[in-house]
Each structure stands twice: as C-alpha cells, then as structure tokens.
C-alpha cells in the first residue's frame, strides 16, 4: 500500500476520467490519496470528490483545505470563516496548500504572509498538520514558522525542490519532506537527487503532484504527459536509486510516515 500525499484531481485534465484514475491507482497499490485545496473553490471540489467516490473506493480520497500563495491576494476575514468550516469536514486531514511563492509573485508578498499566517492560526487551532508551498522564500516562511513552531501539530514541505541548506534548515525545525517526479528528472533534478540522502528516512513522503511533474524515468512517457497517482512507483524508485536503498523500504517508510502524519482514519 502507498500514500500519495499530493494529487490535483479536481484540475480538469482529470474531468471525464477520475474512475479510471482511482481504478489505476489501485491497480499500482497506491490505494490513499490526499487531495490538493488550493482555494476555497478547488477545496469544495476535493470534497466533492471525496464524497462522491467515497462508497466505491471507500477511505481512499482524503484532502486538505487551504489556499495557495498564488491565490493569496483573494484572502479575507470570508474566506477565512470558509476554510474553518470546510476544515471540519472528515475528509480534511491537513490545512493548505499555503505557504511562500516569491518566483512568480502572483500575489503581492505581504498577501501571501497575511494569508499564510491566517492559515497557521487555522492548523494550530484546529490542531491539523500543514501541507507548505515554498518558492524562493525559504527564509522568509523559515521566519514566520520558527515564531509558532511549538504550537503546529506537524507540518510538511511539499514538492521540495530546494537547496541543501533549506532541506537542513526544515529538518531543523522537525518538519517533513514531501518527493515528486521532480527527483527523477535528469534535467531539473539533479541537485535534489544529490541531497534526498541527507533527509532523514523517517521524515520523508512521496507524492506525485499529479498531473504535473511527470516522472521521467518511466520506461514510456505518455503522449500527453498526464501525470497521476498511478505513477508513484517510479517516484519511489527514482528516491531508492539516489538513496541506494530499496524500492521495497522507500514505500514501506514513506506509507508508514503519510498515515501517521495525516492520521489517515477509516471514514464513515
């Protein structure tokens, strides 16, 4: 059994075929996914979904409830009071996906800091664990998490893509690695596959961010580079080969950490 711990599948790539998604999944024993909210629309989709296919693939679909940096500039006392209520929904197991993105500044900086610590209020609160997006402002979210860090229950860096000094300045503040196809792509990857050694086992979890980041070392790439949850193996294969550890021991810790982490419950 694996733990895919980001997936988008209310992005609409997804639309007409998220039976055969979960289907596929199965098939490749992914068998928990957690649900990506990266707004209060896209985390009443989620929801959605968990609900919807919660007696075919039962406990399978879980979620978070959050808004993205991106996103941050629509953040306001309405949204908050939203994203509280949608947090008590049994399929939310963590709050996000929030955090820093100075890349692209979608969102002007001082909303994405107002939006991020509305939401950390929110996880500290509600006592739920933290699903972080970071881009370029590692010491900036360092900051603001280093000032509440005793209150979070657990918080986790999705995606990491960062430098070995940011890997090692998270670790530090007991937080936990979330892996991506981005560790499998030679073009991108290579100073992520240099450094996934040094995180600690225990505190690493994989994801396929589907359906983006692809991972490149499947043996054929679909035609239309459609990501999903299904593909998580080579994930895990492309961590066990830097790692030069098991395929067998890289999913059996990653599950054992995502189910611990997210509290991952039957759901009535």
């Not at 968990?50 to 941050?72: I, K, R």
């Not at 610590?117 to 664990?129: H, M």
């Not at 990491?160 to 936990?176: H, I, V």
């Amino acid at each position: 059994m694996l733990v895919d711990i980001g997936v988008n599948l209310s992005n609409p790539r997804f639309k007409d075929n998220v039976e055969q998604v979960l289907l596929d999944a199965q098939a490749a024993e992914v068998n928990r996914l957690i649900l990506t909210g990266t707004s209060i629309s896209e985390t009443q989709a989620v929801i959605d979904l968990c609900d919807q296919y919660q007696a075919q693939f039962p406990s399978m679909l879980y979620a978070t409830a959050g808004v993205h940096p991106h996103e941050a500039s629509t953040f306001d006392n309405l949204t908050y009071s939203t994203l509280r209520e949608l947090s008590q929904h049994p399929s939310i197991v963590a709050i996000g996906e929030t955090g820093l993105d100075f890349n692209r500044n979608f969102s002007s900086k001082m909303s994405q800091e107002k939006a991020f610590e509305s939401q950390i209020e929110l996880a500290i609160d509600c006592q739920k664990p933290l699903f972080l997006h970071e881009r370029d402002a590692s010491q900036r979210q360092l900051d603001i998490l280093k000032a509440c860090r005793n209150n979070l229950p657990r918080a986790v860096i999705h995606c990491f893509t960062g430098s070995k000094k940011a890997l090692f300045d998270y670790l530090d503040l007991d937080l936990y690695i979330g892996i991506t196809g981005w560790i499998c792509d030679e073009r991108r990857g290579s100073d992520l596959q240099k450094i996934v050694k040094n995180n600690p086992l225990n505190r690493l979890m994989v994801e396929t961010d589907a359906p983006y980041l692809i991972p490149r070392n499947m043996p054929s790439i679909p035609k239309n580079k459609l990501n999903q949850p299904a593909y998580l193996p080579y994930v895990i294969e492309g961590i066990a080969n830097c790692r030069d550890e098991t395929k067998d021991l890289i999913a059996t810790a990653t599950t054992a950490t995502a189910e611990w982490f997210f509290d991952l419950k039957e759901i009535d």
